[in-house]
Each structure stands twice: as C-alpha cells, then as structure tokens.
C-alpha cells in the first residue's frame, strides 16, 4: 500500500491538486491518500505554517504530492518549502523541460546554496549566507550523473569566475562526471541562460546550485508553454514530494482558469518514483492528446477550467484503461 499526502497549500494549489489527486486515483485506486493542511492559509489561522505535528505526518508518507505555498514578504514567516526540504533532506530538485522538441532535465541542489536559511537582518543590512558543501555538491552530482547516464550529456551551471563557491561546486562535479564516464562540460549560467532559451537542442541534463537552478527552470519554461506546464521532483534519500513549479498565483485563485498541467505531471513523476513507470506513461500520455484535441486552459490559448481540462484527462485515462 503506497500512502500519499496531498498537500494542497495556498491558492491555485487548492484547484490544481485536487485534480492531479483524483487522476493518481483513478489509475492507481490501491493508493492510500490523507491530507495534509501547511501553508499561509494555516499560519494567517494559527500562527503555525508548518509545525512538528505536520512535519510527522509528512514522514510517515511514501511519497507527497504538494500544491503551492504562499511566502508573504514578513520577518515572521518561514518558507514552508524550505522548512520541508531541509527536514525531510529532499536534497535533489528535478525539473524537466518537457515539450514538443525540447527535452531537457534540470536538476538543483535543493538544501543549501542561497536558500540554506541562514540569513539575518540588521538596521543598515541584511544577509544572507550562500553555502555550497563537498557533500552537498557530490550527492545532487551524482544524482545528475545518473539521469544523464542514460541520456546524453550533462552541463554544469555555475558562476566560478566570481563565486568562490561555485569553484567547489564544478570541480565537486566534474569529477563526478568523470568517475561515471559522463561526458560533461561546465558552462557559466548567464550564458547558459540565454543559450538554452536560443538552442535548447543543445542541452540534455543540467545540474546546478540552488537558486541557480530555481531561475534558469522558470526561464526554460517560456520553451514549453509557460510555468503551468513545468512538474517537480524533490528527492532526498528517505522522502519524495511533487510539485509543480508555479507559484500559488493568488491573483487568479478561485476562478477555475489554473493550468493543471504541471500538477498532473508531478503526479506522474510521482508514479514512476513509487515503481509504476506504465502509469505514468498513461498519465502523461492522456495529458498530451487532450492538449492536442485543442481543450486548453486560457494561458495556453483555450476556454477550459481547471475542473474541465481535469476531466477530459480523467476520461481519457479511463478510455486509456479500458
């Protein structure tokens, strides 16, 4: 029995998720979901986003499918995300590019560089630490490596011409790369940015730091449609939870016009983690024909709700089954 919380979060994350559960129900029915409420919403309540009870409740899952989470801009507040992240070590993010003939894999370290939380304020600054380790560096490398193993390449984004940082971090993976006789090449991640938005055929498996990574997959998402076509995989070695990447966009929440996509995909991300690649494929499969058949969401130029493009998945998942 795989147990899967379904954390819905904030905003869109309450429209998406739902559709993404009810698809990971309709092909894996033996699934065993509970819900699981973190998020603003929650601390706006009671002052708590995401407490130690949670956070039990989240261990205690096989895999976690999570929507969005609003981050105010207040002192108070810690990001939910990266209270997870770090206390379930889901150290490797994996975002794939995935659309027409784009097929790229970005994966970020996911626990340290800029978002390792250690940060303060004081009256004339603020600061923020950016810690980038030997053993952080070498298990999102290695992580990568296996992706790009049965793929083709792997590139290293980093800044090394100005981070010292970064200079551990390429030399952590190359050598890396090269232990799994990867052919890989380091490129600066100004560069890469632009590069892969003019020649994304260039690139197969990315890997790079935290905040690094988070930018270039949001820029790469202009390639495949928009931030609501892009899934997630955060991976650590005992704990894995799926989101997609977009935000909780409360300035549309409650209006039924959210692109489930990648919510969807992030369920099908989530099948072939559990073992069920045929699922997945299924899943993934059903999303492109309807998309193909013209039933889009309005940011991709159609007239359909969120509830409706989930249900013309669903049935064609079923017709799929039958």
């Known amino acids: ?9 904030d905003g869109i ?16 029915p033996d699934f065993e979901f509970f819900d699981v409420e973190v998020g603003y919403g929650l601390w706006e309540r009671t002052g708590f986003a ?6 039990a409740e989240l261990r205690s899952a096989d895999a976690i499918l999570f929507g969005a989470i609003t981050t105010p801009p207040d002192p108070d507040y810690r990001s939910v995300l ?6 379930l070590d889901l150290y490797a993010n994996v975002r794939p590019i995935q659309g027409g003939d784009v097929d790229i894999v970005i994966v970020r370290e996911n626990t340290e560089g800029l978002y390792s939380g ?3 304020r004081e009256p004339d600054r603020a600061c923020t630490v950016r810690v980038v380790t030997r053993r952080g560096s070498e298990r999102v490398a290695r992580y990568a490596c296996t992706l790009a193993k049965s793929r083709r390449h792997l590139t290293v984004g980093n800044k090394a011409n100005v981070l010292k940082s970064d200079c551990l971090f390429v030399e ?28 994304p055929d260039r690139y197969d498996v990315i890997v790079t730091t935290n905040i690094f990574g988070d930018i270039l997959s949001d820029a790469a998402a202009y390639l495949v449609g928009g931030l ?7 991976i650590g070695e005992r704990h894995a939870l799926f989101e997609p990447v977009h935000g909780s966009a409360p300035d549309i929440a409650g209006q039924n016009i959210a692109n489930p996509i990648a919510a969807i995909r992030s369920a099908a ?8 690649p045929a699922s997945a494929a299924a899943v993934e499969g059903a999303v492109r024909r309807v998309v193909d058949v013209g039933v889009r969401t309005p940011d991709l130029g159609g007239t359909a709700g969120t509830r409706e493009f989930g249900a013309a998945v669903l049935r064609e998942v079923g017709r799929g089954k039958a």
Do not use: F, Q
Request: aromatic residues 2%.
């Open 82 to 87: 990266l209270k997870i992240r770090h206390d």
């Open 1 to 9: 029995m795989v147990k899967v919380a379904v954390v819905e979060g």
């Open 228 to 234: 609501g076509m892009l899934p997630s995989a955060n």
């Open 13 to 28: 994350g309450h429209e998406v998720v739902p559709v993404a559960r009810d698809i990971l129900a309709a092909v894996r």
């Open 118 to 120: 250690i940060e303060w």
């Open 269 to 276: 991300m989530l099948l072939r983690h559990v073992g069920d």
């Open 172 to 199: 952590v993976c190359m050598a890396e790369a090269a232990r799994a006789n990867v052919p890989c090449t380091a490129r600066y991640i100004d560069a890469l940015c632009l590069d892969v938005l003019m020649h």
């Open 50 to 55: 995401c407490g130690e009870e949670t956070m």
